[in-house]
């Protein structure tokens, strides 16, 4: 295999040399089948028992086990390894599982827990030989995606949620038999962290988004998990924008047009961005009516915070790398519209307005959120207002970068060392004062530590 690290040949030699087997399994080799470059790697070791696998491994670094119970370990960031294991279901959910490791499982027994065909194909480290017992590589080949076992699919819940975000990775079909599968399966056992792990998948690895979108709506995730993703459907958009008419259809084009403008972002702007796209709309089903001959959304802006901050709270989303993404999200919802309508009042308007504005919520990410909802729209069907379409974004952008707020307000010249060193104590009044003369800075009349001063002692009555 192309870019197999050298760790793996050497480990796989000395399995062999004790008796045993290693084979590729899993993501790596579909990857690879694939024409893409497998970023980690599953080793499972046949004919070799727990303790001396174990032992072998040690030999090779040290070895964080993940879970003994079934013997797997990781080596490293990028080496999983483990024994063959069956799972017995013992309960409900996700969680009623009992797992046991067994070295001298068969092939054919090992891969029939896998979830789909593709996942389910096995490699010699050394030999290289293929193992397909369940056609796996004819269903890449066909871009498909199918259960191993109808048995065996349907005890692990999380399974529906990876069909949409595999679906919407590979582009691939999902199979009939599959479909109907998972329409069955009751999700509502899932926790937040897991529904999380593959939603972010499904946004940030598909490069159409919207195709795993519409799959959870089709295996029936939507309807028991996001009730706010559900209520998009059969809310009128504005004909004018979308012949086909539903807010659904628009939300499916904005998130496509976001992904592409995410890739030069660090990860957790890349899921604000995201998800600030997806959630964009979340107010129209309370907010649309048809009046005055159209339909129309007044004040949908501020009646999505409430939905969105739901829908975040059902996937535990808060802060990610030192990044309030939750706070964001929320914020790109409410102000989403604002880059239009500041293009609107553009020969009025103050750069007051956009320091004030990045205090809230940065103008980079809303930028991109505001972008993406222009461009997800019929291009045949765009009034002819410019504000609705990308020119107004690019002008927005362009204007917090001249003023260079477009990732975060002026931080406040004034700070409290300075109003003591003019003899005032630490009291309301100061704060009040640093207060005011921010507010003088962000409206471009205090530019620096002297005019700051200047102000401040005005303020205090010297």
Request: net charge negative.
């Amino acid at each position: 295999m192309p870019g197999l690290p050298e760790k793996i040949t050497k480990l796989a030699k000395t399995i062999e040399q004790n008796g045993g087997r290693a084979m590729l399994v899993g993501g790596c080799v579909r990857d690879e089948l694939m024409n893409a470059e497998p970023k980690d790697f599953d080793v499972e070791v046949y004919g070799v028992e727990p303790q001396k696998l174990k032992e072998i491994l040690e030999g090779f670094g040290k070895v964080d086990i993940v879970g003994e119970a079934f013997t797997v370990y990781k080596l490293g960031n990028d080496l999983d390894v483990s024994l063959p294991r069956r799972e017995r279901k013992t309960g409900k959910g996700h969680r009623g599982f009992i797992v046991e490791g067994d070295p001298n499982m068969s092939f054919e027994e090992a891969a029939k827990r896998r979830d789909f065909t593709i996942n389910a194909i096995l490699k010699d480290v050394l030999t290289g030989e293929i193992i397909d017992i369940y056609g796996g590589h004819e269903d890449i080949k066909n871009k498909i995606l199918r259960v191993v076992s109808r048995e065996t699919f349907a005890e692990d819940s999380l399974r529906v949620l990876r069909a949409a975000q595999f679906a919407a990775r590979f582009e691939f079909e999902i199979e009939r038999e599959t479909i109907e599968i998972c329409r069955s399966i009751d999700v509502a056992d899932l926790p937040k962290e897991r529904i999380w792990n593959e939603l972010e998948k499904l946004l940030l690895k598909a490069q159409k988004p919207s195709i795993g979108l519409r799959w959870l709506y089709d295996l029936n995730v939507v309807e028991q998990l996001f009730p706010e993703i559900k209520a998009l459907v059969g809310v009128p958009q504005e004909k004018e924008w979308h012949p086909e008419g539903n807010v659904d259809v628009h939300t499916f084009m904005v998130v496509d047009e976001a992904r592409k403008l995410v890739d030069d972002l660090p990860y957790a702007k890349k899921i604000t961005v995201m998800l600030g796209a997806l959630c964009h709309d979340f107010g129209k089903p309370a907010t649309t009516r048809f009046f005055d001959g159209r339909w129309r959304s007044h004040a949908h802006d501020e009646a999505g915070v409430e939905p969105t901050v739901s829908f975040l709270d059902k996937l535990g989303i808060h802060t990610i790398n030192n990044f309030a993404v939750r706070e964001q999200v929320i914020q790109l919802v409410r102000y989403h519209l604002l880059p239009g309508m500041f293009y609107k009042q553009r020969e009025s308007l103050g750069d007051g307005a956009f320091r004030r504005l990045a205090r809230k919520v940065e103008p980079d990410l809303l930028y991109r959120v505001a972008r993406a909802d222009s461009l997800g729209r019929n291009p045949d069907c765009v009034p002819k207002k410019k504000w609705f379409k990308a020119e107004a974004q690019e002008w927005f952008i362009e204007r917090a970068r001249q003023l260079s707020v477009e990732n975060e307000a002026p931080k406040k010249i004034l700070m409290g060392r300075h109003l003591k060193d003019l003899g005032l104590e630490e009291s309301p009044q100061m704060g009040e004062i640093i207060k005011a003369v921010y507010e003088l800075q962000l409206d471009g009349k205090v530019t620096n530590l002297e005019e700051a001063i200047t102000k401040a002692k005005e303020l205090i009555g010297k």
